[in-house]
Nanobody, 126 residues
């Protein structure tokens, strides 16, 4: 059973940057496809980025492409989300997620994820 814990959220001004981290335990991360999702106030959780279990495929939501970068360090059982040029509409609770042998399709929502962290709040405001 894989456990995930996010960290790195906080308050940042528009145009600023944050790096979210997700520590995993309970199983080796190398077998898992991983991703990041966001849930804005009053909205459904939406996918932002993913990396397949093989590492061969990486995809991003159009709204964050070019500004956000997902990465993973299997040796440390960690995944990350580097967020640059943040906007107020990026505010929300950010979740890391994983699925054993998971893929990373262009339409990220097509990949089911069964393991989730508890979320970390990101607020973009001046």
């Amino acid at each position: 059973q894989l456990q995930l814990v996010e960290s790195g959220g906080g308050l940042v001004q528009p145009g600023g940057s944050l790096r979210l981290s997700c520590a995993t335990s309970g199983s080796g991360l190398h077998d898992y496809g991983v991703g990041w999702f966001r849930q804005a106030p009053g909205k459904e959780r939406e996918p932002l980025a993913c990396i397949s279990s093989s590492g061969a495929s990486t995809n991003y939501a159009d709204s964050v492409k070019g500004r956000f970068t997902i990465s993973r360090d299997n040796a440390k059982n960690m995944m990350y989300l580097q967020m640059n040029s943040l906007k107020p509409e990026n505010t929300g609770v950010y979740y890391c997620t994983a699925e054993r042998l998971g893929g990373c399709p262009r339409r990220i929502a097509r990949q089911p994820f069964n393991y989730w962290g508890q979320g970390t709040q990101v607020t973009v405001s001046s």
